[in-house]
């Protein structure tokens, strides 16, 4: 009896596997009512295709594509054959379908259809991504993919599927990105936190963690400050430095408050500008509206799915936006090498700027000449240094007068004047002529004076806060400041503070 029963369950299990179908396939010919031999060719394979019989389908359409080489179905076999790869799944049918639809692109570039394949190609790299901490190949391959549909066909149906797919990805590299600038600022290695994490904030500015990357961009700036007190060397080389790093620092706490002021960091940039002596800006109404939209458009996952996301391939993109423009051209990235460049130039220019040093390859008297009595430099002569901060920069002071050449000391003869030169107006003054402190005796009533504690009218205190903008004829709704209230009201929640992650 047993028997009998496992029997009639394995023919209903062979019925059932027999009789399904995959509902995604659909024949877009299929309202054609033609009978021409290659419309029936079509139809089979699509059938064949609808029950999952992929290498029947394929035979299908390759006998349509080699016996009727002029047929009005042709590009419609290309596109089946690729999709027949793409239905049947797996790594080895993926790439096969890829290479399908790429030539079906190359051959039809014109027809509606090569949007769809350009976006079926993205969809595989999609697929196949796998989390920020593993291979990132495919996530990389993906943003190719989708920005390449979306440039090239701007005004197709499917762009706006490909701009959330291509948030999706962003924010999977993203996310890989914070990691690797995280890491190295616990290393303090800050050259290299400060080139991955402005390289970041730049380029996915929809990070759902842009404010932890921004505030971390601060912090690596204030540990380079810190880095260089504690070193030895020129004092004023060392005093420009730190104010340009502490401007830098400042920047970047600064963005958190004008463009994520309702997320978790924007207290925490707050204090630190207080703690910096740096004004605290406040962001516009419109920039309270976009970050609203873009943290209502995330989606929190279930207890389930994070349970379940260990022991998955792919990562979570539950925190993308759905929201905005993704960004189709990144900007040039920057370098660890660039950014000690960079700080390399600003210090020298400053120095230079001062009037009292100057940074230059070899300077002798401050005159780039030799003085009296003095050889000429020779060419392999080595430069005398003096201690830098961070980098050797070449230090020489101005000449005192005491050492200042003899010749400098004379003053030339003063020039002839000259008969043709306008002289100013000597003619009597008007003994009627109203004088400045003339309005007393005049009777009129005169201003009062300017009260010290009075809040002038478009004028803000440099200490607390910087000047609102005057209200102009072009200023667009929403570009009026938020008030505090418009801040609290908005912002979510705080579930838990967030960790210092800075070791000094």
């Avoid at 005093?239 to 924007?266: G, N, V």
């Amino acid at each position: 009896m047993s028997r009998r029963i496992a029997f009639v369950v394995l023919i209903l299990a062979l019925a059932c596997s027999v009789a399904c179908t995959n509902k995604k396939v659909n024949n877009p010919l299929a309202n054609v009512g033609s009978k021409q031999p290659d419309k029936v060719l079509f139809d089979r394979a699509m059938d064949a295709m609808k029950h999952n019989r992929f290498d029947v389908a394929r035979m299908t359409m390759q006998t349509l594509i080699n016996t009727y080489p002029d047929s009005e179905y042709i590009a419609r076999a290309k596109l089946g054959v690729a999709d027949s790869w793409y239905a049947e799944g797996g790594s080895a049918s993926l790439a096969q379908a890829e290479a399908e639809y790429k030539d079906f692109i190359t051959f039809f570039p014109n027809m509606p259809e090569a949007a769809e394949a350009q976006l079926k190609i993205a969809n595989i790299h999609y697929q196949e991504m796998e989390k920020p901490d593993r291979d990132f190949t495919h996530a990389m391959r993906a943003q190719d993919e989708y920005r390449q549909l979306i440039l090239q066909w701007p005004d197709s149906k499917l762009v706006p599927e490909a701009k959330q797919r291509l948030m999706q990805v962003q924010e999977v590299i993203a996310e890989r990105e914070y990691q690797v600038g995280a890491f190295y600022l616990k290393r303090l290695s800050y050259a290299a936190a400060i080139a991955r994490l402005q390289s970041l904030v730049d380029r996915y500015p929809l990070y759902s963690k842009a404010d932890e990357v921004l505030y971390l961009l601060g912090q690596s700036y204030e540990g380079q400050v810190n880095l260089v007190r504690s070193r030895a060397g020129n004092e004023a080389q060392k005093a420009a430095f730190i104010q340009m790093l502490t401007a830098q620092a400042a920047d970047s706490y600064s963005r958190i408050l004008t463009r994520y002021p309702l997320m978790d960091r924007a207290d925490d940039a707050k204090a630190r500008l207080e703690a910096l002596h740096q004004p605290v800006p406040r962001p516009t109404k419109a920039a309270v509206a976009q970050n609203k939209a873009e943290m209502d458009s995330r989606r929190e996952s279930s207890t389930l799915a994070k349970a379940m996301r260990a022991f998955q391939k792919h990562p979570d993109v539950a925190h993308a936006a759905n929201v905005g423009e993704p960004t189709l051209v990144d900007p040039k990235q920057i370098s660890a090498v660039e950014v000690t460049q960079r700080e390399t130039r600003a210090v020298i220019t400053g120095s230079a700027s001062g009037g009292t040093q100057a940074a230059t390859a070899q300077t002798i008297n401050g005159t780039g000449q030799p003085g009296p009595d003095q050889p000429a430099p020779r060419s392999d002569t080595p430069a005398e240094s003096s201690p830098a901060v961070g980098v050797e920069i070449l230090n020489a002071t101005t000449p005192s007068p005491e050492t200042a050449p003899a010749e400098n000391a004379a003053a030339p003869p003063a020039a002839a004047p000259d008969p043709n030169e306008l002289k100013p107006d000597t003619a009597a003054a008007d003994p009627n002529e109203l004088k400045p402190n003339a309005v007393a005796d005049s009777g009129q009533a005169a201003p009062p004076p300017a009260q010290v504690n009075e809040i002038q009218t478009g004028v803000a205190n440099a200490a607390t806060e910087p000047a609102t903008p005057a209200a102009s004829a072009d200023a667009k709704p929403g570009d009026e400041l938020a008030s505090d209230a418009d801040v609290s009201s908005s912002k979510p929640k705080k579930k838990k503070g967030l960790k210092k992650v800075i070791p000094f």
